[in-house]
């Protein structure tokens, strides 16, 4: 019983250390700080956007669109006015949807194409300028389209002409 007592008078004779308030106030709002920080950053650093008020959509037909994904850039003379958000099967043809700058107008029988950048570089879409004055609406589809020139069916297309030239000769 003695040792009970004299445990209680030691936990009464050590006080508890106060809690400061403000201390972890500021570490806590510190840390919600950073957080946010960093949240912002990776959003930013990801491309994505809450709101699209400075860009539309709109819808271009391809045969063929072997390479192309999303995020591709779309040029004009150059000049990035936009990008690839989506590529979708509609049979027998690829839709791919163009985010462009509401600055930028696309008429109906401007010419969309598919083009590597380099000799085996990514593949972005290209859009020549046609002389028509209707413009196509968000949401429009641009029907003018010039598929990938694959360079591998244009070897095997030789290497299978070149074998058929061999054989003609063997048979004479």
Excluded: W
Excluded at 68 to 84: D, R
Excluded at 107 to 124: K, L, N, V
């Amino acid at each position: 019983m003695d040792q009970s007592k004299s445990n209680k008078a030691t936990e009464d004779a050590i006080p508890m250390p106060k809690r400061g308030f403000t201390l972890e106030f500021f570490v806590g709002l510190f840390a919600l700080v950073g957080c946010l920080a960093v949240g912002y950053q990776a959003v930013g650093l990801g491309g994505f956007t809450l709101t699209n008020s400075d860009t539309y959509e709109i819808l271009a037909e391809f045969d063929n669109i072997s390479g192309l994904k999303a995020g591709a850039p779309v040029e004009i003379a150059g000049v990035p006015v936009g990008e690839v958000v989506g590529v979708q099967l509609k049979d027998p043809e690829a839709l791919v949807s163009l985010r462009l700058n509401k600055t930028i107008e696309i008429f109906d029988d401007d010419i969309a194409s598919i083009r590597t950048q380099g000799i085996i570089g990514d593949r972005y879409v290209k859009i020549s300028r046609g002389a028509s004055d209707t413009v196509i609406q968000p949401g429009g589809i641009i029907i003018e389209t010039e598929s990938v020139v694959d360079i591998e069916d244009i070897i095997g297309k030789i290497v299978h002409s070149l074998g058929a030239d061999d054989e003609s000769e063997d048979d004479v």
